[in-house]
C-alpha cells in the first residue's frame, strides 16, 4: 500500500511539472513572439525610411502555377485515355527612379497560363498546349514635382496580348496632365488630355480617340506580403462606347526562403473587344454597340510565389 502511494505521489509530482514546465515554455514562446512582433515593426519602418529615399527602386514577384495528369483505361469517367495539363504564371515588377526634382516610375505586368487535354482515343482532336491567358501591360511615367505631393506629368501605356492576336487589338495611352502621391506607395495619375491609339485590324470596330486617363497604382511590402493594385481607365471624349477600364491584382505570402503562395485576379470592361468577339468569333452579323452583351471581363490565377 506504501509502495503505491509513493507512486501515485510520484506520478502526481511527474504530471505537476511537466504541466508547470509546458506553461512556463508558453509564456516564455509568447514574450519571444512579441519581441519578434517589435522588432519586425522596426524594420518594417526602416524599409519605409529606406523606400522614401532617393534613387532607384526595383522589385519583381510573380506566381507559377501548374498541374499534369495522365489517365488510362479508367473508365469511370467520360474520356478515359487522356492527358491534360495547365500551366501558369504571372510576374510583376518595377523599377521606380525617385530624385528631388522628378520620378521616373516604370512597370511590366503579364499573366499567361496555357492548358491542354489529349484525347488518346480521338485522333483528331488537339494535343498542343492552347493559350488561355493572355495579359501584356507596360508603363511609364515620367513626372516633375511640384511639391512632395503634386507633378507635372506624362505617361506612356501600353497593353495587348502576346501568345495570341499580339497588336490584334493593342491600346497606346499617350497623355499629359498631373500626378499625386499621398504617400510612398500609392500613384494617382489624372491626365485630362490623353490620347487612345487602338491597333486592329478590325478598323469598323476598334477607334482611337481622345479622352482622359485615370490610372491608380498601389503597391506594397509587409513583411512576408507582397501586394498590388493597378486600376488603369480610359474615358474617351468621343463616345463611351470607346472607353475602357481594367483592374489588376497581386498578392503574395512568402513562407520559405523567396517561395510562398500567391493569389492574381482582374476585371476589364471594353465595350469594343465585346463586340468583336460577338461578330468574329460568334459569328453575330447582327451585334452593334447599341445590342451586344458587354459582360465584365475576369480571371484568376492561385499557384506557387516567388520574389526576387
Given amino acids: ?99 528631388d526634382k522628378f520620378f521616373w516610375r516604370n512597370s511590366v505586368t503579364f499573366n ?17 498546349f492552347n493559350p488561355t491567358t493572355d495579359v501584356f501591360n507596360i508603363s511609364t511615367l515620367y513626372g516633375h514635382k511640384l511639391n512632395e505631393k503634386f507633378a507635372i506629368s506624362t505617361l506612356v501605356e501600353y497593353r495587348t496580348t502576346l501568345l495570341d492576336n499580339f497588336n490584334d487589338p493593342g491600346y497606346l495611352d499617350l497623355g499629359v496632365g498631373v500626378t499625386w502621391t499621398p504617400i510612398t506607395d500609392l500613384v494617382v495619375v489624372i491626365h485630362p488630355l490623353n490620347y487612345n491609339f487602338v491597333f486592329s485590324n478590325e478598323d469598323a470596330i476598334f477607334e482611337s480617340s481622345i479622352g482622359a486617363k485615370i490610372v491608380v497604382d498601389y503597391t506594397k511590402k509587409i513583411g512576408a506580403v507582397n501586394f498590388k493594385t493597378n486600376l488603369s481607365m480610359f474615358q474617351s471624349y468621343k463616345s463611351s462606347n470607346l472607353s475602357n ?57 492561385f499557384g506557387l510565389s516567388y520574389s526576387f
Fill in 245 to 301: 477600364w481594367t483592374w489588376a491584382n497581386s498578392f503574395s505570402y512568402t513562407f520559405w526562403k523567396n517561395i510562398g503562395v500567391g493569389f492574381d485576379f482582374g476585371l476589364r470592361n471594353n465595350k469594343q473587344e465585346a463586340l468583336n468577339y460577338a461578330i468574329n468569333t460568334l459569328g453575330d452579323a447582327t451585334a452593334t454597340f447599341d445590342n451586344v452583351d458587354n459582360n465584365l471581363q475576369t480571371y484568376w490565377i
Fill in 1 to 99: 500500500m506504501r509502495k503505491i502511494l509513493l507512486l501515485t505521489v510520484f506520478f502526481i509530482s511527474l504530471v505537476s511539472i511537466k504541466a508547470q514546465t509546458l506553461e512556463e515554455l508558453k509564456s516564455e514562446q509568447s514574450i519571444k513572439k512579441d519581441s519578434i512582433s517589435a522588432l519586425q515593426s522596426k524594420v518594417d519602418d526602416l524599409q519605409a525610411q529606406i523606400d522614401a529615399l532617393p534613387g532607384w527602386k526595383i522589385k519583381a514577384f510573380g506566381i507559377v502555377g501548374g498541374s499534369l495528369s495522365n489517365f488510362n483505361n479508367w473508365y469511370s469517367q467520360g474520356t478515359p485515355n487522356n492527358s491534360s495539363g495547365n500551366l501558369g504564371f504571372t510576374v510583376n515588377t518595377y523599377a521606380n527612379l525617385i530624385q
Fill in 112 to 128: 499567361l497560363k496555357w492548358v491542354k487535354l489529349d484525347d488518346k482515343d480521338n485522333p483528331n482532336d488537339d494535343s498542343n
